[in-house]
């Protein structure tokens, strides 16, 4: 059996769990790290992308090409790899998921340049959350499902050549793609006969609805069209889905593999658009239902990623992560192949190209 395909999950994990940082996982695979080119997007100074970045830089990549929509931001991370490392090279990409023209500007410079002979580990990273209000992104896309999910689909779709041209050299499943999605996979599914939120629960299959149970949780009680935390859910359940597809279409035909990851409650800038008093009452919740709960610090943040990312006894089985391992907990459809196809095809209509491998 190839590796990368096995049934049983036999990660190397070493005991690791939600209190482990991001170095000590770096640490047990530095030559996944060595030499190797990384793309994060996302990597702004405050959150998992920089702590992701930071980690990583310990064990001297080749080049970390670090894609935020923010130069000085942006700018502000090469600064701290720099410290960690002064040795790693440092590449900029201006990348603004929430617009198609800005993925594939970014996407064509990758593609065009010398520096950039292919791509080992693609780190989706970037997202926004519970944007208060329906916001629609350029193409007219929600807000939330246009960031998290549409520009990454188009981004790593256009950038795909030079991911498949590393995995041509290196074992099968060593190549990798890693989503970040939540825990937010809970709060619904992707509705597909109503994924710009223009119409009301009541209208919509029950299968599309939110959970009566997050609903609560969130004090949710009327029937609007547009609810920020079921918005964020769908675009959370397309990440898992997308790296669902990705398997299905490019794990045997080049062996690139892709996971996805939860990486925890994670103290970041992610809640900048929440009521402080809600976030509150949402994580004393939160404790209440999971006795062992905690926000994480950003090193710890990021060790799941890594986890995914580097660990070279992944495999398609292990699609969804958390605290380190692979968890079993995530909603059915967020992992089921016809949802993901349907999801696909949706993501190209949306993008006005085909992806086919
Ligand atoms: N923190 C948590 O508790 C938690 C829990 C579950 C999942 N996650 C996931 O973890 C990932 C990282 O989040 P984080 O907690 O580190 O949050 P964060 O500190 O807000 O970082 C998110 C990053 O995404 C970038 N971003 C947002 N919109 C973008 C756009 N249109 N184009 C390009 N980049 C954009 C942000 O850039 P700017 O700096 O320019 O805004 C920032 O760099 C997200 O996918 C999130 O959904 C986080």
Redesign the pocket.
């Given at each position: 059996m190839a590796e990368g395909k096995s049934t049983a999950a036999a990660n190397t994990n070493n005991g690791w769990d939600a209190h482990t940082p991001g170095q000590t996982v770096v640490e047990a695979f530095p030559e996944q790290v060595k030499d190797k080119i990384i793309l994060i997007?996302?990597?702004?100074p405050?959150?998992?992308?920089l702590a992701t970045a930071t980690s990583l830089a310990t064990a001297s990549p080749k080049l970390l090409i670090l894609a935020?929509?923010?130069q000085a931001?942006l700018a502000e991370t090469a600064e701290k790899v720099k410290k960690v490392n002064p040795n790693v090279a440092c590449k900029q990409l201006m990348?603004?998921?929430?617009s198609q023209e800005s993925c594939r500007n970014a996407a064509r410079e990758v593609m065009e340049a010398s520096d950039i002979p292919h791509i080992d580990i693609l780190i989706n990273?970037?997202?926004?959350?519970n944007l208060p209000e329906r916001t629609l992104s350029p193409e007219g896309i929600e807000m939330q499902f246009a960031?998290?999910h549409i520009?990454h689909f188009l981004f790593t779709n256009l950038i795909f050549p030079k991911i498949a041209a590393a995995a041509k050299t290196a074992k099968p499943g060593a190549t990798r793609i890693i989503n970040?999605t939540?825990?937010a996979v809970v709060y619904g599914p992707v509705r597909f006969s109503d994924y710009n939120f223009t119409k009301q629960e009541k209208d919509l299959p029950e299968s599309e609805h939110m959970s009566k149970g997050v609903r609560a949780m969130w004090n949710v009680h009327e029937d609007l069209p547009y609810i920020p935390q079921a918005a964020y859910g769908q675009s959370?359940t397309a990440n898992v889905l997308f790296s669902v597809s990705l398997n299905k279409k490019v794990f045997d035909k080049t062996g690139v593999l892709s996971l996805a990851v939860?990486?925890?409650?994670?103290t970041?800038?992610?809640a900048r658009h929440m009521d402080p008093k809600i976030l509150e009452s949402v994580l004393e919740g939160a404790k209440k239902a999971m006795p062992n709960f905690f926000m994480k610090d950003i090193e710890q943040?990021c060790s799941t990623t890594l986890a995914a990312a580097l660990d070279p006894k992944n495999t398609t089985e292990d699609i969804f992560w958390e605290d380190c391992h692979v968890a079993k907990w995530n909603p059915a459809y967020s992992t089921d192949p016809e949802k993901a196809e349907q999801l696909w095809k949706l993501s190209e209509q949306l993008v006005g190209q085909e992806f086919s491998y």
């Open positions: 997007t996302g990597a702004n405050g959150g998992i992308g935020g929509r923010g931001r990348l603004d998921l929430s990273n970037a997202g926004v959350m960031t998290n520009g970040l939540s825990r959370k939860h990486p925890g409650g994670v970041t800038e992610l943040g």
